[in-house]
């Protein structure tokens, strides 16, 4: 059996909670290594080499776990979803577990759209484990934004190196991940409301993708 990069993902955070779980408590691991035992670890490691690509995913898992252990293993926001983040060479991913479906999946109404703009499409997809709508808008002069609300018991979002997180504005009482990509061309906002994960993202300035954010009422 090949594993491939899309199994460690998905399997990488369960397994990193797993093994966490199985740790002692900080305070129980303030142990002082010997000089002699830090000289001979420092000479081992000296000049060992492996194959790049055994390298990558070694430092993903340890990216995953390090994720972790700064979250305290994993955060639990509400009462739907554990969210882990990770960080690496390749950028940012969040992974949303909420362990099955939630049920009666209603969507959202957007109480603001900034001036100018208008729906453009909207569309709705969905499986036995998730679905998914979005709004579309557009302004005529090459300004856009979308709205996505998933409902999901697993969600992967990869974002690349080239978004940098801006802030953690509160949306409705969540705290949520603003992003702003570096060409200045994309503000991307990430936040849950109950059962629901939902993006907001676009051309629109960070002000506005927050007030779109702020204004959508998921109906709980």
Request: aromatic share 10%.
């Amino acid at each position: 059996m090949t594993i491939t990069d899309e199994m460690l993902y998905e399997s990488a955070p369960k397994a990193a909670e797993l093994f966490l779980n199985t740790l002692p408590g900080r305070e129980d691991c303030a142990h002082a290594f010997s000089q002699g035992f830090e000289r001979k670890m420092r000479s081992l490691l000296t000049g060992v080499k492996a194959p790049a690509w055994r390298w990558k995913r070694t430092l993903l898992i340890a990216a995953l776990v390090a994720a972790l252990l700064a979250a305290g293993a994993a955060a639990l926001r509400g009462s739907v979803f554990r969210i882990f983040r990770a960080e690496t060479a390749e950028g940012t991913r969040y992974a949303y577990r909420a362990g099955e479906k939630p049920e009666g999946f209603q969507p959202a109404v957007l109480g603001y759209v900034p001036k100018g703009y208008a729906e453009t499409d909207t569309y709705r997809k969905e499986s036995e484990t998730w679905t998914r709508y979005v709004w579309t808008y557009q302004d005529g002069e090459g300004g856009s934004f979308r709205v996505v609300q998933h409902m999901t018991d697993t969600l992967t979002i990869d974002l690349g190196p080239e978004y940098t997180l801006e802030g953690h504005p509160v949306i409705n009482g969540t705290e949520a991940e603003l992003y702003v990509r570096e060409t200045g061309e994309e503000t991307l906002l990430l936040w849950t409301d109950g059962p629901y994960v939902l993006e907001v993202a676009g051309t629109p300035e960070k002000e506005e993708i927050i007030k779109i954010a702020e204004q959508i009422d998921c109906g709980k």
